[in-house]
């Protein structure tokens, strides 16, 4: 049996779909489908705390495995419920005054954009966007020009945006922020999986990061990778809990040392121990690999979806990701996709509102968005480029 042959063994939803979204939640291994339902029979037998104790080594293994994969030690890493869960408890440790500046790219993820609006509303802060590059994707040159303009209190850049292709050069970006000592926070979103990740590299002070996508975990969990930098500076999230604090006294509590000052108490660790289980079978798989294979099946999308009449592919940047986006002419994203689930193909819709800069320069409402991965086949693509040709005859 060849690796892909293995692959595919592994993931039992390749038998009943085409699973050509990826970048929304990946078909899961059956290890880390078997690690959560262990797990969980294991909790119903003995209790919910009884097992966590029980699996006390096994759930530290999870950060150890979380760690290799950003190049992190496992003190830097906090388990959160979501990717943006991850994000919020990193923005929050930012005390934000009237007339502080935040400078994010035209290309951030739609949650952050809200956020940062909401803090624009409620805080009084300055949300200013960085240029782009001609080819698509921050220019960090500009973003220098912006910075040295006056003092930002943080950066921002989503690494690969929900909505397109495009990879951002945050490390890039990462060199400017050092340089110009500004706080940077990095969405990993969808790069996770798909790219190899360093966060000393990228010089990010936070990182944050979900299971389902590329990384192939459960939902309803994620992680926040957080610099020694921020750590040393003494950074916690504003709703800061038992976990992540000691209450010695009536008026006073300590912060712990490490990055579990950005955790909750209370855990799903069936899912934390699913995240690191995806998190070793990725390692063992290695990203880069899984990447490039995943990357290759997208750009041979890419121009057979170019050959399509009534098609538009929407990606940008020097190498796009295995994010394939594409506006159909005449047609609404939503009802594409729902016609190729019909066929027994799973893809997603993008729209407008989830990057109103990005959707308003490519002239586009909606866009169908076809996102493979490692295991899926050449064949499988062919049959979902047979489906959407006969949808557009």
């Given amino acids: 049996m060849d690796d892909l042959e293995r692959w595919r063994a592994d993931t039992p939803g390749c038998t009943e779909r085409i699973h050509l979204n990826n970048a929304g939640a990946s078909l899961m291994p059956a290890p880390v489908l078997r690690a959560i339902a262990e797990h969980l029979e294991l909790e119903s037998r003995i209790g919910g705390y009884e097992a966590e104790g029980l699996r006390a080594d096994a759930i530290a293994e999870c950060y150890r495995h979380l760690a290799a994969l950003v190049g992190a030690r496992p003190a830097n890493i906090a388990v959160t419920s979501s990717a943006t869960d991850a994000f919020t408890r990193a923005l929050s440790a930012f005390d934000f005054r009237p007339g502080d500046r935040i400078v994010t790219t035209r290309c951030d993820y739609v949650s952050n954009q809200i956020q940062f609006l909401a803090l624009q509303r409620r805080r009084g802060v300055v949300v200013e966007h960085a240029p782009d590059l001609p080819e698509g994707g921050v220019d960090p040159d500009g973003l220098r020009a912006l910075l040295r303009r006056g003092p930002a209190r943080l950066v921002s850049a989503t690494w690969v945006p929900t909505n397109s292709g495009l990879v951002q050069d945050v490390e890039a970006v990462g060199e400017v922020c050092r340089d110009e000592g500004v706080p940077y926070l990095v969405d990993g979103c969808q790069a996770v999986g798909q790219l190899p990740v360093d966060i000393a590299r990228i010089s990010c002070d936070y990182f944050s990061a979900t299971a389902r996508k590329f990384l192939r975990g459960p939902r309803g969990i994620g992680f926040l990778a957080v ?167």
């Avoid at 063992?284 to 990357?295: H, S």
């Avoid at 320069?361 to 480029?385: C, D, I, M, W």
């Fill in 227 to 393: 610099s020694d930098a921020a750590l040393g500076r003494g950074d916690y999230p504003l709703y800061v809990d038992m976990r992540g604090a000691r209450w010695t006294d009536p008026d006073r509590f300590e912060i712990v040392p490490g990055a579990d000052r950005f955790e909750d108490w209370e855990f799903p660790q069936a899912l934390v121990l699913g995240q690191g289980e995806a998190a070793r079978y990725a390692l063992a798989v290695g990203v880069e690999r899984a990447g490039a294979r995943a990357w290759a099946l997208a750009a041979a999308l890419r121009e057979r979806l170019a050959d399509l009449p009534g098609v538009r592919v929407l990606d940008r940047g020097p190498r796009p990701c295995a994010i394939v986006t594409a506006a159909i002419e005449g047609r609404h994203a939503q009802s594409v996709v729902e016609a190729l689930y019909a066929h027994g193909i799973n893809t997603t819709a993008t729209l407008r509102e989830y990057a109103v800069y990005d959707m308003d320069q490519k002239g586009a409402g909606s866009a169908l968005r076809v996102s493979p991965h490692y295991y899926n086949t050449e064949a499988e693509l062919e049959r979902f480029v047979d489906a959407l040709g006969g949808l557009l005859t």
